[in-house]
């Protein structure tokens, strides 16, 4: 069974543009949920999608979003974008909603320049 | 609210050392998941292992071992025998509100850097 993909790997955005990156989860999982990673911050939950409705959401400004499709792929939109922005951006997938266990895809390198 | 510690930044063994690693969590749920990932330097988590609250069996697979401690709080991780390719950042991470969400709380990780 393929992984948890994500597209692209790397991106350079400059300040006050907008990105979207993309997720395939595992065949047969319907929730997807999103992680920001960072040096300073760490790994932050940004928002989780099951049957593509929003289920739970982070402490992030309304500047990042995400949606779901019937497919169960996931985007997440980040507008405005700032230098602290700059970070991996993580896709998990899972079976169910709610406890368990989350594979992780290879992540979004986005750098903010 | 829920919270992760793992107060070990970084540790350095020689091959074929044990090693645990810490792991102390707070919730005020009473049912919740405990999880331990692996980030090699690739940058994808590795998913390692998942327990419930309710069940407090020491488990192992192989080289790894995990002992789950709910008198006090705490969840961690050992390594027998390390080898080089055990050298990675090891999170530990806690999911409560079971059911309803899927949201992980992530501990800082603990850089495991195992040399010959």
């Known amino acids: 069974k393929a992984g948890v993909t994500q597209t692209p790997r790397y991106l350079i955005k400059t300040r006050g543009q907008q990105v979207t990156l993309s997720c395939s989860p595992i065949?047969?999982?319907?929730?997807v949920s999103w992680y920001q990673q960072t040096p300073g911050q760490g790994l932050q939950f940004l928002f989780e999608?099951?049957?593509?409705?929003?289920?739970n959401k982070g402490n992030f400004p309304g500047r990042f979003s995400g949606r779901q499709f019937s497919n169960s792929r996931s985007e997440m939109n980040v507008s405005t974008l700032e230098l602290g922005d700059s970070a991996l951006y993580l896709c998990?997938?899972?079976?169910?909603?709610?406890?368990?266990?989350?594979?992780f895809g290879p992540g979004t390198r986005l750098t903010v320049t | 609210a829920q919270k992760v510690t793992q107060a070990q930044t970084e540790i350095s063994v020689v091959e074929k050392e044990d090693v645990t690693l810490d792991c102390v969590y707070e919730?005020?749920?009473?049912?919740?998941?405990l999880f331990w990932y692996k980030q090699p330097p690739s940058g994808e988590l590795v998913f390692l292992i998942r327990?419930?609250?309710?069940?407090?069996q020491n488990e192992i697979s192989g080289r790894y071992s995990w002992n789950f401690q709910k008198s006090t709080s705490s969840f961690n991780f050992t390594i027998t025998a390390s080898q080089v390719v055990d050298s990675a950042v090891y999170f530990c991470?806690?999911?409560?509100?079971?059911?309803?969400?899927?949201?992980?709380?992530f501990g800082t990780g603990t850089r495991l850097q195992v040399t010959l």
């Open positions: 998990a997938s899972s079976t169910r909603t709610g406890g368990d266990e989350q594979y």
């Open positions: 065949s047969g999982h319907r929730s």
């Open positions: 999608y099951f049957s593509e409705t929003q289920r």
């Open positions: 919730t005020r749920d009473t049912t919740y998941y």
């Open positions: 327990r419930n609250s309710f069940d407090e």
């Open positions: 991470a806690l999911s409560d509100r079971a059911g309803t969400a899927s949201k992980l709380t």
